[in-house]
């Protein structure tokens, strides 16, 4: 079965702190990918990635960075977080084919910053 | 860039018919997903067009139309547990891989 952890379900944080926020996929698959979500913005994404150390930016990059050292991790950093940045964080993985675009979903992590 | 416009609420009856529209402007456009999301859960792939046409999968179908830019999810037989929030999402590709943009989502509420 497909699965796609993050490494907390719920996080507190205060403004400035540096926050790590890790993916793990078992399914071997090249792309990963960061989202965050807000109520009524739907599913934005921050940071995607399509091999090992390779990383794009997304549509809302600014605050954020990420890692790729391994294939099957992916780790989404808040270098100084601010309140603005509470918000849920999906982080989803898929394999390249031209013929479908499956995206598989961790199960998220509710991240609040005070 | 992408954009993607649907409805933001949509209500219907138990054992109704639904159909959640979704229309997009991009570049690079690839192929239109659908994907449910319940209250408190993760996202999850429902169907995938890249052709014209519809795909039909057990109660849902997806239509895709390229020259209008436009698509739909069309959910039969409507059941209480089909509650949730359908994303839309483009797949485009630039010069290294392909990603998606979602649209803001529609909450479906099925009533009894």
């Known amino acids: 079965d497909v699965k796609v952890t993050q490494s907390s379900r719920y996080l507190v944080k205060r403004t400035g702190e540096k926050v790590f926020l890790e993916c793990v996929q078992d399914m071997d698959h090249e792309n990963m990918f960061w989202y965050r979500q807000d109520p009524g913005l739907g599913l934005r994404l921050i940071y995607f990635?399509?091999?090992?150390?390779?990383?794009e930016k997304g549509d809302i990059p600014e605050g954020y960075s990420v890692s790729r050292e391994k294939k099957e991790r992916f780790s989404l950093i808040l270098e100084s977080a601010s309140t603005n940045q509470t918000s849920m964080y999906l982080c989803?993985?898929?394999?390249?084919?031209?013929?479908?675009?499956?995206?598989?979903f961790g199960p998220g992590t509710r991240l609040t910053v005070l | 860039g992408q954009s993607l416009e649907q409805p933001s609420e949509v209500t219907a009856v138990e054992g109704a018919i639904v159909q959640i529209n979704c229309t997009y402007q991009t570049s690079g456009f690839y192929g239109l997903s659908w994907y449910q999301q319940h209250d408190g859960g993760a996202p999850t792939f429902l169907s995938y067009n890249a052709l014209d046409g519809l795909e039909e999968t057990g109660r849902f179908s997806s239509f895709l139309s390229r020259s209008d830019s436009y698509g739909y999810l069309l959910l039969q037989e409507l059941q209480m547990k089909d509650s949730a929030s359908y994303f839309c999402?483009?797949?485009?590709?630039?010069?290294?891989?392909?990603?998606?943009?979602f649209g803001d989502g529609t909450t479906l509420t099925v009533k009894p």
């Open positions: 999402a483009g797949l485009a590709y630039n010069t290294n891989a392909g990603k998606s943009t």
């Open positions: 990635s399509y091999d090992v150390k390779m990383k």
């Open positions: 989803a993985s898929s394999f390249p084919q031209g013929s479908t675009d499956t995206q598989y």
